[in-house]
């Protein structure tokens, strides 16, 4: 209990401290490519950040450092006001891409707050199911029928509902025959009948 506390603390602290917490939603400012963090890339940085956000599916917080991480938890530097921020994109339902992440600054990202709510389902993992299924009534008849079916296979069969009267022969042969009486090792030195 004590472990789960001190990581909600931490959340906690890492939340007022930046305004970002592990696991939550972001996207980027309005005005990110004005933000130093950005002009501070080479060309081929601000393309991929720039490709990286262009879709309009989820991405969330992986990592926040501060600009001098620091082990010490009384440390100075693990407080301020600049950040480093690894961002994800999901692409499954709380699955996040883990060999395409980008670390930006903080001044380049505007949290999403759901408030208690989950985050909402990430538009880019969302298909149109062409399966359509309608739904049939179902006499009370057909009712007690299909629920005496079994699928045996492929193939659904009647539900035998009595139990059996008499053992059911499995064939089958021996995998060594069986010593005659008086013929095993036993014999020498157990009498039988005794």
Do not use: C
Request: hydrophobic share 25%.
């Amino acid at each position: 209990m004590a472990k789960k506390f001190l990581n909600l603390i931490e959340n906690i602290q890492k939340q007022m401290n930046s305004g970002f917490t592990t696991g939550g939603l972001v996207k980027l400012a309005s005005d990110y490519k004005s933000k130093e963090g950005y002009k501070n890339q080479n060309k081929q940085q601000q393309q991929y950040i720039d490709d990286y956000f262009d879709s309009s599916g989820n991405y969330l917080v992986k990592n926040i450092t501060t600009e001098y991480p620091s082990s010490a938890p009384g440390n100075d530097d693990n407080r301020g006001n600049f950040f480093f921020i690894t961002v994800a994109k999901e692409l499954a339902n709380g699955r996040t891409d883990q060999s395409g992440q980008v670390t930006v600054t903080s001044d380049m990202l505007e949290p999403i707050d759901t408030g208690i709510n989950r985050h909402p389902i990430d538009p880019d993992t969302v298909y149109d199911n062409k399966v359509q299924i309608d739904p049939k009534e179902v006499d009370e008849e057909d009712e007690i029928e299909i629920t005496r079916m079994t699928q045996q296979g492929d193939s659904v069969k009647k539900t035998e509902l009595s139990n059996p009267t008499q053992n059911t022969k499995i064939p089958s042969s021996p995998a060594t025959k069986s010593p005659a009486v008086n013929e095993n090792y036993t014999s020498q030195y157990m009498p039988i009948n005794g």
